[in-house]
Every structure is written in C-alpha cells, then in structure tokens.
C-alpha cells in the first residue's frame, strides 16, 4: 500500500548488475571527498572567536594564534594521513586501520567514534548552513529548524535514490566556494594593504566578559577556543576512506589530493581568521552578553560578517555570494556523511556487528537502512539543539579527535610490523612516516584531552555517553549472532525426522475460515487429528456443539475449559499434554486468521489469535499453521504492482471466489456434508 | 515478561463464576450512584460565577436568579427520570431507552455522547477535586496536573481491580460532603441571620469586565453564566442507569433515590450560592482581571472560599473537611464514569458498534480495554487543558444535554406507544408522564442549544466534533462485523478438501532451523516437496548448494532469481506459479523461524521472514506454516508463570535438548542422512 510514493520518492528498482564504481579524477576526487573538510572553514574561525569572546574583547587579539595553533595540527594530521592513504590503498578509514593493527576493541572504539561523528556531521553542516541562509534573511531566523529539517528530509530521499554522488553535481558548490572566498580574502587584503579600513557590522559592539580573565583562567579560555577552532580539522579522514574511489595511481592521487585539500583549508582559515581580526568581528553565543547592539540584532555567521565588511555592506553580491556558497558546500559536507555512514554501517553489519539488514542494498543498491537511521539521529539532534551550530559542535569534535588518534596510533603499529619484514633500504623512509604518524597520534591524543576537559561541561559528555554505549551495543549485537551461529550449526545427529503429527485445529466458530482450516488440515492426513475450542461462555460451546453435529463433521471436538476466561493458557497446556503424552512426535496446530485489506480493521480481528501464536512458537516440537480466510476488504484490495520484469499473475482469474478450490464433491466428501452437494 | 508486575498491580485471576451481582439499598444506593451528580455542586456555583463575572462585579447580582433557573431546569429533569425508572427496570440510560425507542441512529447519538461524556467526567472531576486540594495547600498548585495524573492512574489501577464498588467506600465522602456542606450552609445561615456579615477572602477585589454589559450582551453573559451552571446536572442519569443494582422494588427505589439526591443537591447549590453571593465571593477564569489582589495570589474554589468565610478563615476545621471531602467526593464522581464507561462498552462492543474485546471481561472480570482507555483518553485530556476544570467544563455540558435530550424524547415516544397498548383507565397517568418527559425533553433541548450557541468558541467545538467522528467510527465498525458476518456464514458447498498439498520448504541456509523445518515437511509427507531458496548473492547460493550436496538431502532444491535482490517477490512468484498449475490444490509453506527470548534480538532476525508471511496470507489457497527454533535465549528464558490453579508443565525436564525429538535413526532415515547417526 506504500509502495506507490515510495517509487515516486526513490524511483524504481535497479538491478544488481547495475552496480559498479566509478573512478573519480583528483579535480572531481576534491569535491567529493573535501567538501566536508573544506566546509569547516566555515565555522572553524566563527569557533575560535567564541572562545575567546567569552573573556570579553580583549582575548580576541590572541585568535591568530589559536589559529596558528590550528593551522599546524591540521598540517601534521594531513601529512599523517597521506602516509595512510599509500599504506592502506584499499581504503584506510580509522575502522579499518585500526582493524588490522589495534585488534577488535580499538577498532570498534573508532567506529563508534565513526558513527556518533557522521550523525554529528549531518547535524552540524546542516545547521551551520541554514544559519548561512538565515544571515543573509534574517526574516527567516525563527524557521531554522524546519529549515533544516526539510534539508535533511531532501537528503535523506536523494541518497535514498542513490545519486551515483556525480562529481559535478559537487564541483559547482565546492570551488564555487573556495573560490570566493580566496576572493574575498584577497580583496580584503588589497583593502588593508593600500591602507583601507574593514568595519564588521558588530566591531562597535562590545562583549561581556563572562568570566574575568586573569591566569589560568585565560590559559583555560585559550585552550577552550584552541578546541573550538579544531572542528577545522573535521573531515580530514574522508579521502583516506575513499581511496579506493580514485582514478590509478589511487594512492599517490588520493595523497595528492588530500596535499590540495590541506593547503587550500590553511589558506582559508589564515585568511578568513585574519580578516575576521582586521574587521573586528565581534560575536558570542549569548547575544545578552553583546553591549550597545540594538534590540532584536540577529548576529550574522563569522564568515558572512567579513564578506560584508570586505565588500562594504551586506547587501553586496560578493556577501550573498559567499552566503549561498557556505550554505551550499555545508549541505554537501552533511551528503559526504550520507555516503560514509551507511557503507561503514555495512561493513558493521556484515562484520556482524550491527544488525544484518545494514549490510543489504536496498532497491535502489544503496544500503538504505543505514540512510534512514542516519538521517532520523540527526534529525533528532536538530531539533533537540533547535539548530544552533555552536551547541552541536560541541559534540562533535571528540568523536573526530577519537578516530584521529585511533587511526594514527594503529599507523604507528602498521609501521612497526613493515620495519620487521622490509630490506634495510627502505627502513629510513618507514622510520620517518612512523614518527610523523606517532607525532601525530600524539599531538592529537593531546588536543583529544583538551577538547575533552575543556568541553565536558558544554555537552560533550552526550558524547561520552553516546560512544560508549553504541560501542557496547555492538559488541552485544556480535555476540549474539556469534552465540546463534554456534547454535545453529548442524551436528551428525542434527534433526531427526519426527515420528508421528498430532494436528491440532483451532475453532471459535463454525465459520468458513474454521472449514477451511478443518478441510486443510484434513488434506494433510495428519496422523491424529482434533479440533479444539476453548469454553468461556456455555453458551458459546452449546452453539458450536450444535452446528458440528448438524454438519456431521468428521472429526472430534475437544472443548477446553477456561475458568479465567483466557484463550493463549488452555491451549499451551492442552498442547504440552499432547507433548508428554508422544514427546517425539510433532504438535501442528492450525490456526484459522482473517486476513483484512485496512489497517484499522485488523485491530477488529485476530487479536487472541495472534497473541496465542506468539506463545506456541516459544513451544518445542509445534509447528504453527495459519490458514488464511482473506476477507472481501483483503481481496478487493488491489494486489501489490508486480515486481518490474516478473510476470503479472494470470492465476487470479481463474479461481472463483478468491480461488477456494471447490470440488464438485469428487468422492472426497466435502467437510459440509451434512447438506452434501 | 510482564505477568509479575501486573498481578501485583491487579491482584490474580478471578473465576467466572465469582461473577455476581450485590443488590444496593437506598442508603448505599445513593452514595454509589448519586456521587456524581451530588459532586456537581463543588463547581456548579462556581461556574456561574465565572460566567456572570465577565460582566464585571455589577453583574453578580444575578447570580441567584440563574442558580434558580438551574434549580427549576435540575427539578424538571429529575422529575422525568424517576418516570424512566419506572419504564426500564432493565437499566434505562439513554443509549438504551434511545435504542428501544429511536433507533439504531438517534441511540448511537446517545451512545457517543456518553462516551465523550464518560471520558470529560473522569477528567473534570479529577480536576476540580485537585483544584480543591490546592486550595488547602496553595503550595501544590504548580503540580496540579501530575497530581491528577497520579490520582487517575490510581483510579484506573482500582478499577482494573475490579473492587466491588462496596457502598461503604463510596458512603463515607459522600454523606461526609453532604454533611459538612450542610453543615456550611446552616453556619452561614445562621451568622447572616443573627445579622453576623461574611467576607469572603476575594470580597475586596474588583473584576474587570471583559466587555461591556449593555442590553443583550448582557443577556448572552447571563445565558451563558446559566449554561454553565448546568453542570449541576451532570451525573443525573446515574440512577436511571443502575436501576437493576437496586434492592426490590428496583423501580420504586430508584426514582425514590433519585429524589432524595435531587432535594439534596437543590437545597446545596441554592445554599452555596446564596453564600457566595452573600459573602461576595470574587472569582474569574483570568486572574490578570482580579483588581486589587496581591501579586502571587492562587484563587480558591468557590466552595472553599464560603467555607473559610463562614468558618472565619482558612486555616479552620471546616474549610479543611469541605476542602477534603469537597475533593474525596470529586474523585468518588470520577470513579462512577470508570464504572459507567466499561459496561456501556461492553454493551456497544457486544451489539458490534466497538471493537469486540470491549464486551471481554479481562482476568479480575472487569471490562479492563475499557477502563484502560479511559484513563488514557482521560488523562490526555487533564494534560492538554493542563487540569483546568474551567476549561474542562465548558467541552462537558453539551454530552450530558444531548444524552439528555435524546433519552426524554425517548421516553415521549415510549409513552405514545404504551398509550395505545392500555386500558382507559391508565392512560391519564402516562398522559400525564408523556407531558413531563415532553416538557423535559424540550427545555433540555433548549439548553443544549443555549450550551452550543454560548460554548461553541469556548472549546466546546472540540466534542462537537469529537462526537460525530466516535458516531462515525461506531458504524463503520459495526459495518464491518456484519460485512464480515455474512462473508464467514458458510454455504452449503463451503469448503471443499483440497485434493493436493504442495510443500514449500523456504532455505536461506543450511543450519539447524532449515533442517527442522525439512524434517518436519517431509514427516507431514505432502504430494510434492520442493526447497526453495532466492537467490541474492552468488557465493551465498553455492555454499548452499554444497550443503545440500554434502548431506545429500532427498528434497530438490528450487533457486529462485533476484535481479533485485528482494526475497518476497520471487517467492510469491513462484507461489503463485504453483497454484495456477493446479488450482485445486494447497500449497503449504514451511518457513524455519528463530525465536529469541529478548525483544532487541527480535530485531536482528526473522525481518524478511515476517514480511514474507505477512505478504503471504494475502494468497488464497496458501497455508503457512512457521517451524519455530528456540534459540538459547529463549529456552533459558523461564517459561510464562502457569496459570494459578493450572497444572505446572512437566514436560520440559523431559525433553533433551529443547525437546527437539532425537530419533536414533528410526529406520527413517534422519535428514542429515550423509554423516548417518
């Protein structure tokens, strides 16, 4: 019945054939798997400021050296990763590198990082990207969130469809940005080079201090900001996941492009940072701590204030340029999740780690489960932080920091077993990728730490929390499907053919459904055959009593008494007697079910039926056998639109009366023979 | 799972048999079913106050005259009950004497009030006892509605109990209410006539008017002020409904019951209001209207304010009795909708205008579906008018009119036709009966008009639509169950005996549960037996094969296609291609199915398989056949707790393994015949 939208939403089936990679060039390879990377430079600088704002005006002229800070880290966590990229040519994502040098626990520790992360990215970029759009309208301020949610729903069904991600479809958004905003940046420095002056709107308003700045308390400041300022960093693992994906050399392409990517972001952030410093942007996450800012002043992004400060007004096209394009590449940043999410989810699940159906392609190949649940947690998020970037950021940069250390450390491993097993030649090269790699596992460890103590309050233990427990959850999810996998292996003796069958039929009344079930259970020429019914009103009993006798049916009806007027109980002892009675024989009971066309019917019918089946099938030695009577709603009901390509089913017309076979009673006795034909 | 904690909520089963009826006398009589309609009083005056009071204190003056009006309006419609009494020893509540006398339409009008009305019973008196609560302790007034919330579910649990309404229970608050009021009013009385003056605590305060009162404005105020006064009719029907609970002679002592409660209630609500006037009790619906009161100020209740004016202050003995039993007696009214609501279900569920599990009584013989949504539907209602009983109030009247209405022009037309049908000589009396029920019959029909034009845009919409819809619903349900009943009453050449039976053993892989479920096929010796399996991936397919092979099964095995990787589809394909080769006969699918002990398992298995059963039922001549397999955590799970008084099952110990039966080869060759036991 949902089938219809469903088609008209993620289009028709496609075949497993049509499956198949397609290699990406290094100029389509950046957008597709930067954008995410690059996007950051869309809030990272806006992150910083924040910190430091939060010791009042006079921290802010620290900000270029949180951002050198920042600067360097990524640098050293590029170059580490380009080294993983040559080591792990089939893909080197924090999971699988960890995989093969950190054993199980390390690896599942980075997938739950992975994953927590992914659902933190779709979250953030689509809610940094409204916040863009909302900057250049103010009017649309208070329709963030079903903004982005309405964003994340037509992401949701495009990865749905499978968009083949066609590396135009992201080339336009990406460049586009970079290259405004190297525009932006250089028309800014031109400015100030011949001797201009850049006004952010906000540069006249003070700030608070919302604490006083004295010491430690400073350096605390600092290193908050410091960790703010890293979520430059998110997205740097994506290339290294997608080497697989590139045009040959993969390696040396992938390392490449990640080298662009590197260089690109540090120019952005430098830029974009200075800028932001030279124009005296002035912004806080608690507009009451904003001094002389009229009432109801709705602060822009960081990135748009500078554009508007550098093109003079935020009414400019270099401004709406540069809020379409922010807007634009952070959507993207949340699809680069889209991607990586359901095919991590997918090497889980088949790992068996997460439930199986994460590792099936859906109609449309694309492993949908893993795009719904993605979509629907970071749906969540959204609403619960009402889109507000700075409390979701929060979140995020644990996780990435997490994965970051795993990954490296797992290099530092990788390399130590190369060492062993390589001529004593190549031993200098691996020397130095293992200490650049070891560098960087410590330096991020660290930064990991700081993020840690400095944002445990501000809502990062939500990640504490959330990380540990999808990483428990897993390791339940594998040793119940490992425990199963043991139990359902076969020994010699495996399964021994069962002696006799006890039929057991379930009557209420004498209606058709009941005959049916009588007439097939008849056909199956059980070796004992009964009919049972359950006595809650004589009444009831005495009726059916009557009608079996006056349609003489041939077979025995056994009435079970019910003092507490519950169907499930009798029958389960009834049942179990049979059992004891012949424990190597096998109890089928024929279960006689309306089968109705509307949901809401069903809630009419069925109701003990179902609740009675659910128990017997705790029961050893049953087989529960449903006969279904399809109701006229059930019938009439148009059947489910055959599948494209299987042949549409000629049988349905041939059969009278929704096709219960009808013999002109040959010989066989029908069950009414009481008014034989 | 949750068997333990229910029989500690609800207490173990009762015996149908324990099923019985105690006979009320008058003295128990009233309190249990007059509780509701004696409540009225603790808001009936309250609620004209309110009314008048949008007029500003200029209009109170009023008050009398419309408490009278409500007075005579009480007199009129308790005058024709008694008649109904008299007519319908059977228990005449409106769905019935509207059923016997209207028709299937005009009774299910009834029948749809009542439950709305059921329902709003349960959520104002609830409300307006907490009001009274929070009266005596300002301090609780913030948690008013949890409180409800808690008190309702004490309620319900109650219910669900099935406590035998014991008189005495209900007695003590309602004799202790009617007391205490009494008891207030000759106080007062008293004072006022030893020319003592009453100050009641909101005497000083002024009412802004909402609008101005001039000409008829004035007269919709004083309308509406009445309409709502007529809530001292609600509960009236009680009596009339409960006839059969009543000592010999039923008929007399109910309507000589409901006398009595009519008397009682007209001298309380004309006594408390007169007080109320007299001790110029201030009161309005928005406190920003109230001139002069302190900041921070909680209104008290009517009733509470008399009390503490007459008794001289709130902190007196009487103010704290009419405050508790003010509040006992609100929830005992409460109460009587959880023993009104179950059997007017029971009695639609039975007719089929309800789903059929209403006329079921649950394991303490109560009719637990309907008590539990009750609650629910009650309890929605507290949280969505955050347990304002004003606002409650003004979605109740209308319910109560049109039951009303419906039932006296039930008991005009019943008259008529006994008119025909009775000697001269009495036709006088019920002449004289038919003009009381008319007159009845029109001012409450009047009223319900005065309620809809004056209540419409105060909430009151929302059961005008609510009503019809249940009306609505209440058809469609019953068109279904006769549908139903006529597609389920078998012909003469009902059912025939299928000539064949084609099994269909469905394989994924060859582990313990696939070889039962052949096993179990094979024992049941169908005419033909095929395996089959879709085929998803390649490698899948191949080890399977193998299996197949290496133990050398006696089944063929069928390899259905996928192109797009979706079990169902091919399945039903190839169902469907079997049943057109030989229509006549069945074909019986056997699906091996994991049972799991822990609801999250559930999740990770048996997915497909349940799509596949749900899409197979909709076959005609299809039956299908799950072979459970227990899987550890299902066995160890302890089985449900017998039923009490049903023998313990002691069949478990003796079964190996799960009471899988081991044959040691029997001559029958075991399925995994390649490594023979």
Redesign the interface.
Not at 487 to 490: D, K, Q
């Given at each position: 019945m949902l089938r219809t939208p469903k088609r008209l939403l993620v289009g028709r089936?496609?075949?497993?054939?049509q499956l198949g990679d397609t290699l990406l060039p290094k100029k389509l390879a950046l957008p597709v798997f930067c954008s995410d990377a690059l996007s950051s430079n869309a809030y990272a600088t806006e992150e910083i400021l924040l910190g430091l704002g939060l010791g009042g005006v006079a921290l802010l002229r620290l900000a270029p050296w949180v951002a050198l800070a920042v600067i360097v880290l990524l640098a050293v966590v590029v170059l580490s990763y380009r080294q993983t990229c040559h080591a792990y040519p089939g893909g080197g994502g924090a999971y699988a590198v960890s995989r093969a040098n950190l054993g199980e626990t390390a690896s599942l520790a980075a997938a739950s990082a992975l994953l927590v992360d992914y659902v933190l990215t779709v979250a953030v970029s689509v809610a940094a990207g409204v916040a863009n759009v909302t900057s250049a309208f103010p009017a649309l301020v208070p329709y963030a969130v079903p903004i982005s949610l309405a964003l994340l729903a037509v992401l949701a069904v495009m990865n749905l469809r499978g968009v083949k991600e066609s590396g135009t479809v992201f080339a336009i958004p990406t460049y586009g940005f970079v290259v405004v905003v190297y525009l932006m940046i250089l028309w800014g420095g031109l400015r100030v080079a011949f001797g201009g002056s850049l006004h952010a709107e906000s540069a006249h308003y003070g700030l608070h201090a919302e604490q006083h700045t004295t010491g430690l308390l400073a350096i605390a400041l600092v290193l908050r900001a410091f960790s703010q300022g890293c979520t430059a960093l998110t997205g740097v693992e994506a290339v290294s996941n997608g080497v697989p994906n590139f045009k040959r050399p993969k390696s040396r392409n992938a390392s490449a492009t990640l080298a662009i990517m590197g260089v690109l972001t540090i120019v952005m952030l430098a830029g974009i940072s200075l800028l932001a410093m030279i124009s005296k942007v002035h912004i806080t996450d608690d507009p009451s701590r904003l001094i002389g800012a009229p009432a109801g002043y709705e602060q822009k992004t960081v990135i748009t204030q500078v554009a508007a400060a550098v093109s003079g007004g935020d009414h400019t096209i270099l401004f709406f340029l540069v809020a379409g394009f922010t807007a634009a590449i952070l959507v993207l940043a949340a699809n680069t999740a889209f991607n990586g999410f359901p095919i991590l989810g997918s090497i889980l699940g088949a790992d068996g780690f997460l439930?199986?159906?994460f590792s099936?392609?859906g109609?449309r190949l694309v492993f949908s489960n893993g795009v719904v649940i993605l979509a629907l947690l970071a749906g969540l998020l959204i609403w619960a932080f009402d889109a507000s970037t700075t409390r979701l950021i929060q979140l995020y940069i644990i996780g990435v920091f997490v994965s970051f250390t795993l990954s490296q450390a797992g290099m530092v491993r990788h390399w130590t077993t190369e060492l062993r097993a390589c001529p004593p030649a190549r031993r200098g090269r691996i020397r130095r990728a293992r200490v650049i790699n070891a560098f960087g596992a410590l330096l991020t460890g660290l930064v990991l730490v700081v993020v840690l103590v400095t944002k445990f309050t501000h809502g990062a233990w939500i990640v504490v929390i959330a990380m540990p427990l999808v990483f428990w959850m897993m390791k339940a999810?594998h040793r119940?499907?490992e425990?199963?996998a043991v139990?359902?292996?076969?020994g010699?003796?495996?399964?021994?053919?069962?002696?006799?069958?006890h039929a057991v039929v379930l009557v209420s009344?004498?209606?058709?459904?009941a005959?049916?079930a009588?007439?097939?259970a008849?056909?199956?020429?059980?070796s004992t055959l009964t009919a049972v019914t359950v006595k809650?009103s004589d009444a009831e009993v005495e009726t059916l009593r009557a009608e079996w006798a006056a349609r003489d049916i041939p077979v025995p009806l056994v009435v079970l008494d019910s003092?507490?007027?519950?169907i499930t109980?009798?029958v389960?002892?009834h049942v179990?007697r049979l059992?004891?009675r012949s424990?190597?024989?096998?109890v089928?009971i024929?279960i006689p079910?309306?089968?109705v066309g509307r949901w809401w019917?069903q809630?009419?019918?069925n109701?003990s039926a179902l609740r009675l089946?659910a128990?017997?099938?705790?029961?050893?030695?049953?087989?529960?056998?449903?006969?279904?009577?399809?109701?006229?709603?059930?019938?009439t009901?148009p059947?489910?639109p055959?599948?494209?390509?299987?042949?549409p089913?000629?049988?349905r017309p041939?059969?009278p009366g929704?096709?219960?076979?009808?013999?002109p009673?040959?010989g066989?006795?029908?069950?009414?023979s009481g008014?034989g034909?």
């Open positions: 089936p496609l075949r497993t054939e439930p199986r159906q099936r392609r109609d999810i119940h499907y425990r199963v139990e359902l292996t076969p010699d003796d495996a399964v021994a053919l069962p002696s006799r069958i009344r004498l209606h058709t459904p005959l049916r009588l007439a097939f008849r056909a199956s020429r059980p809650t003092p507490y007027r519950d109980g009798p389960l002892d179990a059992r004891r424990p190597r024989d096998v089928a024929f079910e309306y089968v019917e809630l009419l019918h109701q089946k128990r017997l099938l705790f029961r050893p030695g049953v087989m529960v056998i449903s006969v279904p009577w399809q109701l006229g709603s059930a019938r009901e059947e489910a055959p599948e494209p390509e299987t042949p089913e000629p049988e041939t059969e929704g096709g219960r076979p009808v013999l009673d040959a066989r006795g029908t069950v009414s008014s034909g």
